[in-house]
């Protein structure tokens, strides 16, 4: 392996020695530049930087070379700079971009991974990302994103990394055309449901993340997805399951695939399931029918069904007749006792007069 990787090193290096100097290439706005080789060893690809300095006005790059533009945290505001045009790597978290306009990265062509993470981002033109013919990996995560128009990702014909974590999704973003997608992750969003063709194109799609939304019920999507690709990896624990009928398709395709992460995976409804692991239910109990699940739970944690409610409800109506009773009694009480003190006071009324007609 080691001789491998000193071939593999002494090749590059020839060929960077035996072409012409690059011209100066202009790196401003104060971001780092990194260039380095690509070095492959036995457990995957990992990068080995060779040389990194300051990108000053001057710098020289070779194109044979991973050309990496950090630009982290540079307080950088609207448009995106173009720093170096035959960037390969383009780094641009923490900065304060809220707005993505159309053609943002038409320069950048070889850009293979692009970081957007916490930039603020509240909206993304359908054209931003036009004319990254390269790009990989794009990471959107810990932005504001509710929504992205239908065709965002028109010609990123080559993207098979996308990371939109910590977002305000309520609905998942449109995927087409992304044939080659194998990694989405949308963990920690406000997602509520999930289309029945959301991953019909993302054919080779495989580690999906779903963790932390406001799922209630098992995309049938998803299962065809698991059906597609049985070594796949999905998460999608700490959701609100409504543990009905519509997960027995989740139970029966669960056993073929072990990696699925359904660990925290425990029902939110109905009352009388709440808080019970799925994979310890009996099939039995997930019903659809409406009239057999509880409709109301109070707040110290206590279970009301259908009959109870019904108890309450009498209980209450007979409570509201007694008191009716009580009232009619004591205003009937009142009443009598007025009309025996008009009589009394007519009664001496009438004996005086009769004392004053006797003198």
Not at 76 to 104: C, G, Q, W, Y
Not at 124 to 151: C, K, W, Y
């Amino acid at each position: 392996m080691k001789f491998q990787l000193f071939i593999l090193l002494t090749a590059s290096v020839v060929l960077v020695t035996s072409r012409e100097a690059s011209k100066p290439i202009p790196c401003d706005y104060g971001c780092r530049c990194a260039d380095y080789f690509w070095v492959y060893d036995d457990e995957g690809e990992s990068d080995d930087p060779t040389n990194s300095s300051k990108c000053d006005t001057g710098s020289s790059l070779s194109q044979f070379h991973i050309i990496e533009v950090d630009c982290r945290s540079r307080n950088m505001k609207d448009d995106i700079p173009l720093v170096l045009k035959n960037t390969t790597r383009l780094m641009l978290a923490h900065n304060s971009f809220k707005t993505i306009p159309a053609d943002s990265f038409r320069e950048y062509t070889n850009v293979a991974e692009l970081d957007l993470t916490y930039c603020g981002i509240q909206k993304i033109h359908v054209n931003a990302f036009r004319g990254m013919r390269s790009i990989s990996v794009l990471s959107l995560t810990g932005n504001e994103l509710v929504s992205l128009p239908d065709g965002v990702f028109t010609g990123l014909t080559r993207l098979f990394a996308l990371y939109m974590d910590y977002n305000h999704f309520t609905k998942l973003p449109p995927l087409k055309p992304l044939e080659h997608l194998s990694t989405l992750r949308l963990n920690e969003n406000r997602l509520e449901t999930v289309s029945a063709d959301a991953f019909a194109d993302s054919v080779r799609l495989s580690r999906l993340g779903l963790y932390n939304n406001k799922l209630t019920t098992f995309p049938s999507s998803m299962a065809r997805l698991l059906e597609r690709n049985p070594s796949g990896l999905v998460t999608i624990g700490n959701n609100p399951w409504t543990c009905d009928c519509r997960m027995l398709e989740l139970k029966k395709i669960w056993p073929d695939h072990p990696r699925v992460l359904f660990d925290s995976f425990y029902c939110a409804t109905p009352y009388d399931l709440e808080g019970q692991n799925l994979w310890h239910i009996d099939e039995s109990k997930l019903l659809c029918n409406v009239t057999n699940m509880p409709q109301k739970k109070e707040q110290n944690g206590h279970s009301f069904t259908t009959a109870t409610m019904v108890g309450a409800v009498i209980g209450a109506a007979v409570l509201v007749a007694i008191l009716t009773s009580v009232v009619w009694l004591i205003i009937c009480r009142v009443k009598s006792k007025n009309r025996y003190s008009g009589d009394v006071i007519n009664h001496n009324s009438f004996v005086q007069l009769e004392n004053k007609d006797d003198v």
